[in-house]
C-alpha cells in the first residue's frame, strides 16, 4: 500500500486552500451517484487515490478501508473468508467506492431485515471544512459513546466532510438462502408480509412488481439451512434456483431491473413509508421492496408535492431519486423539506463542520 500521507497531506491542503479562498469542492469517488442529490457543484476533489485496505479481522467481524477503496474490491475481500454487507450497498453499474458508499447512506433489498449502512459503520476519519483531521467511533460497539458522529456523517452526501476512512461491522454469510415466488396482487402481498413478519420466519428481502399485469411477490429467505428449508415448506409457493436469481437481486439493489429501466422519460420516485401502510394512492402501481416500507414509482414530471402528501399520510416522505431531466432538476425538489427544528440542527451541524460551506454546496439542499 502506498504512503497514504503522501496522498493525503495534498488534500488537506487543498481544502484548507478551498476554506481560506471560499471554493467551493465537489467529493467525488468513482461517480457512482452523480445523479443523486440535488446538485453538483464545486471544483472536483477525487478520492479515488485514497484506496486500499487498511486492517480487516474476520475473527472480529471487523474491516477499515480508505474512503476511495473500490466497493468491488472490499466485498471480494469479505467473500473469500465468507462473509459480507449485509445491508447490500447499491453499486448503480460499477465505480462505487467505500467513502461513497457511506456519504449516500443508501442500502439495498435486505435495509428492513438487516439494518441500514449506518446501522454498521463503527467509527470514521474525516477531514472537515477547516482542513482538520478527525477521527470518531472506532473498531468495536463499546467505542461509541456520546454523540455518534460516525451515523451522523453517514448520508450526509459529503456536505460534512472528506471521508478518509470506515471502520465497519460485516457479517458471516448465511448458510442458507431460498427465494420463493407468488402470484398475488400488491394488497395481498402486503397482507401477507405484514402476517410473516409478525412469525419467526428467516425473511430477509422482498420484492413486489406489477411487470406487464403480471404481479408477482418475490420473498428472499436467509438463515440456518434448517430454518430457511422449514420456512419454504410453510410459505409454499414456487422455490426458484439461487444462481439464477441472484442477478435480479443484484438488479432490483441497483434500481437496474426492467421496471425501472421502462421510465419512459418520468421521474422515479422512492416512498419511504411504514411497512403496514396499505395500498396507496399513486398514479401506478409501485414496486415495492423493504416488506411494504420501501415503494418506488415512475411518474410525470411536476407530481412531486402530491406524492409528498401521498407519503406524508402513510407516516413517511418522498425523494425525487432520479429525475428524467437531461438538466438538473427544479431547486428543492429533491428531498423533503426539513420541519424548522430539523433545518436549524441541518445547518448547525454544516456550519461547525464546514464553516465556509466549501463541501458539495446545495447537494442535499439548495442553499446549504
Known amino acids: ?14 481544502i484548507r486552500a478551498a476554506a481560506e479562498s471560499g471554493t467551493p469542492l465537489r ?22 487515490s485514497l484506496a486500499g485496505i487498511i486492517s480487516y479481522e474476520p475473527t472480529e467481524l471487523v474491516v477499515t478501508a ?13 467473500a473469500e473468508r465468507g462473509q459480507c454487507l449485509p445491508f447490500e450497498p447499491p453499486h448503480f453499474g460499477g465505480g462505487a467506492t467505500v467513502g461513497g458508499m457511506a456519504a449516500a447512506g443508501l442500502s439495498g433489498p435486505a435495509r428492513a431485515s ?15 471544512g477547516k482542513g482538520e483531521l478527525l477521527t470518531f467511533g472506532g473498531q468495536v460497539m463499546k467505542n461509541v459513546a456520546g454523540y455518534d458522529v460516525s451515523r451522523l456523517v453517514t448520508g450526509s452526501l459529503g456536505t460534512l466532510g472528506l471521508i478518509v476512512e470506515v471502520s465497519m461491522k460485516v457479517l458471516p454469510v ?24 409478525a412469525k419467526p420466519l428467516p425473511l430477509n428481502a ?5 411487470d406487464g399485469g403480471a404481479k408477482t411477490l418475490y420473498l428472499r429467505l436467509r438463515g440456518a439451512v434448517a430454518a430457511v428449508e422449514s420456512a419454504c415448506r410453510t ?34 420516485w422512492r416512498l419511504s413509508v411504514a411497512q403496514a401502510a396499505p395500498v396507496l394512492d399513486l398514479p401506478e402501481a409501485p414496486l415495492v421492496e423493504w416488506h411494504g416500507g420501501q415503494r418506488w414509482v415512475r ?35 429533491r428531498f423533503a423539506p426539513l420541519a424548522a427544528p430539523l433545518d436549524r440542527i441541518h445547518r448547525e451541524l454544516k456550519h461547525q463542520f464546514d464553516p465556509k460551506g466549501i463541501f458539495n454546496p446545495g447537494r442535499m439542499y439548495p442553499d446549504f
Do not use: H
Open 114 to 128: 438487516v439494518g441500514a449502512v449506518r446501522d454498521y459503520v463503527l467509527g470514521m476519519t474525516l477531514v472537515n
Open 174 to 197: 448465511a448458510p442458507g438462502e431460498a427465494t420463493l415466488k407468488f402470484e398475488m396482487s400488491q394488497e395481498q402481498a402486503l397482507q401477507r408480509l405484514a402476517e410473516w413478519g
Open 299 to 333: 411518474v410525470e414530471p411536476g407530481a412531486g408535492a402530491a406524492l409528498r402528501e401521498t407519503a406524508a399520510r402513510a407516516g413517511g416522505y418522498a425523494t425525487l431519486f432520479a429525475s428524467a431531466r437531461t438538466g438538473a432538476a427544479p431547486p428543492g425538489s
Open 235 to 268: 410459505l409454499g409457493g414456487e422455490r426458484l434456483d439461487n444462481d439464477q436469481v441472484a442477478p435480479d437481486w443484484a438488479l432490483c439493489r441497483d434500481q437496474r431491473l426492467p421496471w425501472f429501466a421502462e421510465r419512459g422519460g418520468r421521474d422515479l
Open 206 to 210: 422482498s420484492c413486489w412488481v406489477d
Open 66 to 78: 480508505y474512503g476511495g477503496t473500490p466497493l468491488a474490491e472490499l466485498e471480494a475481500l469479505l
Open 27 to 48: 467529493i467525488r469517488g468513482g461517480g457512482s451517484k452523480d445523479f443523486y442529490g440535488e446538485r453538483l457543484e464545486g471544483e472536483l476533489l477525487e478520492t479515488r
Open 1 to 14: 500500500m502506498p504512503d497514504m500521507d503522501l496522498i493525503l497531506n495534498p488534500l488537506i491542503e487543498r
